[in-house]
């Protein structure tokens, strides 16, 4: 099967299991929908109070106008692994808000990226074309501004999530500031540290073009040469295997001057900070990580890393058709004044991130669980 087959073969299947978000397969013009009723969301320490309490205002807003019909589409890059929060989120709220939409993406990931990037492009223009009002798409970056700029065009109103065209014409970016995400996780690191000279090795990225990992390395490290340590960025080598990153590792912590005196990994492989940290012979250097991965849990619960960060990916995907929406029913402008506490600038929606500490992650979990997004 090639993978225009494989991918529409995934699309297919989501089809079917999220066509049940509206409340009819076709939209009857001028006939209003009931008021919309949020269903409360489990309390926790984890829970974002400020992200909930924005979501309720919007939602408060959005009453007080008429209420329509609506027919929007997500489109991720993926609905498995770290996106399968997203497609949750989405999910709910179309639900939620009783409009005609769908969530899309493929659950095969083989082939070239120009492939999946030309896809997407497909999809907006199907999305529109098919009578879509508002489409939220989580972009491979330029490579889509077009397709989100001809949409605009048509009067569609295009949301951004987890990644962003900052270039294109879209209304809005919703998802995590990678700059101060990586200053976040320095600063978790930090309280872990004796007090300086010290080298703190950054598992991160020096590669400018990578713009999202670029920026979150460079919180970091700005947050950590602040401090009065000396940051050490060791690249991490996602399409190489785990020994040659922990080999590259080993090699800068030996050599560092002064000596290694904490760690701290910005992706999904952070968990190679203890792998490098073991084969350097320095086992009990602290160690900070981010994102969900299950090694990174593992090593969390034996204590080898004290922390990690993770991303809002549920709320990421609810938020946006509630954006969606509310841009139709009271204007980008209004909306964007109720998402003040959330918004950076004028454009870009703020969901945080979670820190969660090695001997919270039962309760963590259990949050997610709650809410239907377990990582």
Same mark, same amino acid.
């Given at each position: 099967?090639?993978?225009?087959? $494989?991918?529409?073969?995934?699309?297919?299947?989501?089809?079917?299991?999220? =066509?049940?978000?509206?409340?009819?397969?076709?939209?009857?013009?001028?006939?209003?929908? !009931?008021? #919309?009723?949020?269903?409360?969301?489990?309390?926790?320490?984890?829970?974002?109070?400020?992200?909930?309490?924005?979501?309720?205002?919007?939602?408060?807003?959005? @009453?007080?106008?008429? %209420?329509?019909?609506?027919?929007?589409?997500?489109?991720?890059?993926?609905?498995? /692994?770290?996106?399968?929060?997203?497609? /949750?989120?989405?999910?709910?709220?179309?639900?939620?808000?009783?409009?005609?939409?769908?969530?899309?993406?493929?659950?095969? *990931?083989?082939?070239?990226?120009?492939?999946? *990037?030309?896809?997407? @492009?497909?999809?907006?223009?199907?999305? &529109?074309?098919?009578?879509?009002?508002?489409?939220?798409?989580?972009?491979?970056?330029?490579? @889509?501004?077009?397709?989100?700029?001809?949409?605009?065009?048509?009067?569609?109103?295009?949301?951004?999530?987890?990644?962003?065209?900052?270039? +294109?014409?879209?209304?809005?970016?919703?998802?995590?500031? @990678?700059?101060?995400?990586?200053?976040?996780?320095?600063?978790?690191?930090?309280?872990?540290?004796?007090?300086?000279?010290?080298?703190?090795?950054?598992?991160?990225? /020096?590669?400018?073009?990578? &713009?999202?990992?670029?920026?979150?390395?460079?919180?970091?490290? *700005?947050?950590?040469?602040?401090?009065?340590?000396?940051?050490?960025?060791?690249?991490?080598?996602?399409?190489?295997?785990?020994?040659?990153?922990?080999?590259?590792?080993?090699? *800068?912590?030996?050599?560092?001057?002064?000596?290694?005196? !904490?760690?701290?990994?910005?992706?999904?492989? +952070?968990? $190679?900070?203890?792998?490098?940290?073991?084969?350097?012979?320095?086992?009990?250097?602290?160690?900070?990580?981010?994102?969900?991965?299950?090694?990174?849990? =593992?090593?969390?619960?034996?204590? $080898? #890393?004290?922390?990690?960060?993770?991303?809002?990916?549920?709320?990421?995907?609810?938020?946006?058709?509630?954006?969606?929406?509310?841009?139709?029913?009271?204007?980008?402008?209004?909306?964007?004044?109720?998402?003040?506490?959330?918004?950076?600038?004028?454009?870009?929606?703020?969901?945080?991130?979670?820190?969660?500490?090695?001997?919270?992650?039962? =309760?963590?979990? /259990?949050?997610?669980?709650? %809410?239907?997004?377990?990582?």
């Amino acid at each position: 099967m090639t993978m225009i087959g $494989r991918y529409r073969t995934a699309v297919f299947g989501l089809l079917l299991t999220t =066509a049940a978000c509206g409340s009819s397969d076709s939209i009857d013009e001028g006939t209003e929908v !009931g008021r #919309i009723d949020r269903p409360p969301t489990p309390e926790s320490e984890f829970t974002p109070v400020e992200l909930e309490a924005t979501i309720d205002r919007l939602i408060a807003v959005i @009453n007080e106008s008429t %209420i329509e019909p609506m027919q929007m589409v997500v489109l991720l890059k993926n609905l498995d /692994t770290f996106f399968e929060p997203i497609a /949750t989120g989405a999910s709910r709220a179309m639900g939620e808000l009783d409009v005609t939409g769908n969530v899309l993406g493929p659950t095969d *990931q083989s082939g070239d990226s120009t492939t999946s *990037q030309d896809l997407q @492009n497909q999809q907006l223009a199907q999305a &529109v074309a098919g009578g879509a009002e508002g489409i939220g798409v989580s972009p491979y970056g330029d490579v @889509n501004a077009a397709a989100v700029d001809d949409a605009v065009a048509e009067g569609v109103h295009v949301v951004t999530l987890d990644t962003d065209v900052a270039t +294109s014409k879209r209304s809005l970016y919703v998802g995590l500031l @990678n700059t101060s995400a990586g200053a976040t996780a320095g600063k978790t690191l930090l309280a872990m540290l004796p007090p300086p000279p010290g080298t703190v090795v950054i598992h991160g990225t /020096t590669a400018e073009d990578w &713009v999202d990992g670029y920026a979150r390395t460079q919180g970091a490290l *700005q947050e950590i040469e602040a401090a009065g340590y000396t940051p050490l960025v060791s690249q991490a080598a996602f399409f190489a295997d785990e020994a040659y990153d922990v080999d590259a590792m080993k090699g *800068q912590i030996e050599a560092a001057d002064p000596p290694v005196v !904490g760690m701290v990994g910005l992706f999904n492989i +952070s968990y $190679r900070c203890v792998m490098g940290a073991d084969a350097a012979g320095i086992p009990g250097v602290p160690i900070v990580a981010f994102d969900f991965d299950p090694k990174t849990v =593992a090593y969390m619960r034996e204590g $080898r #890393i004290k922390a990690t960060h993770t991303q809002r990916q549920y709320y990421e995907g609810y938020l946006v058709p509630y954006i969606l929406y509310s841009i139709k029913t009271i204007g980008l402008d209004a909306t964007r004044e109720v998402l003040a506490p959330l918004m950076d600038g004028d454009s870009r929606v703020d969901i945080g991130l979670d820190v969660v500490p090695s001997g919270k992650l039962d =309760a963590y979990n /259990t949050f997610l669980d709650e %809410i239907g997004a377990v990582q």
